[in-house]
């Protein structure tokens, strides 16, 4: 029977789709109906009242009406559904401890491949939301998800002393709006932020014990991901970290030269054209705001391209190059390298 999927067995569907045609009858009607005893039929009613299937008058005897299906039987669809789910999870939580124990009790089991994509995904929200005391971390593209989608939560972790260090490659900076509404809000939070060219891979390390790098670059190397538990490849990985973030340029530009105060979102005014707010010794003729040059100069001894520039800034390439050849003559500079030095001697970045 069609309803057995939701529990019901054959004679309880039996005798409430007869109930549905016969409103406010009886069991004797109903057994009378359909040919089967009083006894068993007025058993079979007492349970679709249980399950909310039936209502049942006070009166003597008691009056039976079907309850309309679209409302009774959704309803014990959707407690289905709730089981379901609630196994599902039991069966996700088993599936990991499972899998801890026997990498626990085989000490040789360094990598776990993982090959789904929900796989994958609980074990970064388990690595990252599990730290204690810092997240490294290699962003570069492609992007699974959308880049910054995980911003409130890696607030939250830096607010219990969580501290997060991420070298961006040239592609994550300059990706539209990447820079503007995510890394720079992070690195106001409190991230620790620099840049290089380019990284070897994607990658994040959870203290001490574990790092998560996808499969592969190329389209589909999302699908699948190596978890890395402690060993020499973990140790590795914390070496590769710790030797690129020594080569990678800072991207903290959110301390002004005065004190050291951090800048605030407001102090991003600037129209290409309009001197704002200009930091202490930076010269009004750069006609942009003191974040603004900051993040210019930064952008600019990070390597990046006048196109990556303008993606990243949102600019017209005619409008990056006009303000890069405005900061370099402010600075009495003639090519970058020499931006970055004259910059760096004034105190603006």
Not at 43 to 72: E, H, M, Q, W, Y
Not at 121 to 135: F, K
Not at 144 to 166: E, I, K, L, W, Y
């Amino acid at each position: 029977m069609e309803l057995d999927v939701l529990g019901l067995g054959d004679e309880t569907e039996r005798v409430y789709t007869a109930l549905i045609d016969r409103p406010r009858c009886t069991a004797s009607e109903l057994a009378g109906a359909g040919g089967a005893t009083v006894a068993a039929t007025s058993r079979v009613l007492t349970g679709l009242v249980a399950k909310g299937l039936a209502s049942r008058t006070s009166s003597r005897p008691p009056r039976f009406s079907a309850i309309p299906p679209d409302v009774a039987v959704t309803a014990l669809i959707q407690d289905r559904q709730r089981q379901l789910d609630a196994a599902r999870s039991l069966v996700e939580r088993l599936t990991h401890a499972h899998r801890e124990a026997n990498r626990i009790n085989d000490p040789d089991i360094a990598v776990e491949l993982l090959t789904h994509r929900e796989d994958i995904s609980e074990a970064a929200y388990r690595l990252t939301n599990g730290a204690r005391r810092q997240v490294r971390a290699f962003d570069r593209p492609p992007y699974v998800d959308r880049p910054g989608s995980n911003f409130q939560h890696q607030v939250r972790r830096q607010r219990t002393g969580v501290a997060h260090r991420v070298i961006y490659s040239h592609d994550a900076v300059s990706w539209p709006g990447r820079l503007l509404d995510d890394i720079l809000p992070s690195v106001r939070a409190g991230e620790q932020a620099r840049v290089k060219g380019d990284l070897p891979l994607k990658l994040v390390i959870r203290d001490d014990d574990v790092a998560l790098i996808p499969f592969s670059l190329a389209p589909g190397g999302h699908s699948a991901a190596y978890l890395v538990h402690p060993s020499p490849m973990l140790a590795a990985l914390e070496a590769l970290f710790e030797a690129e973030w020594d080569r990678a340029v800072s991207l903290d530009t959110t301390r002004a030269e005065a004190g050291g105060e951090p800048v605030t979102s407001g102090a991003r005014e600037a129209a290409a054209d309009r001197p704002a707010h200009v930091a202490p010794g930076a010269p009004a003729e750069t006609g942009t705001s003191d974040e603004d040059t900051r993040v210019l100069l930064t952008l600019l001894a990070s390597g990046l391209t006048d196109a990556a520039i303008a993606r990243a800034q949102g600019w017209s390439p005619r409008t990056t190059q006009r303000r890069i050849q405005r900061l370099m003559s402010a600075l009495d500079a003639s090519t970058r390298f020499q931006a970055g030095l004259a910059a760096a001697r004034r105190g603006w970045i």
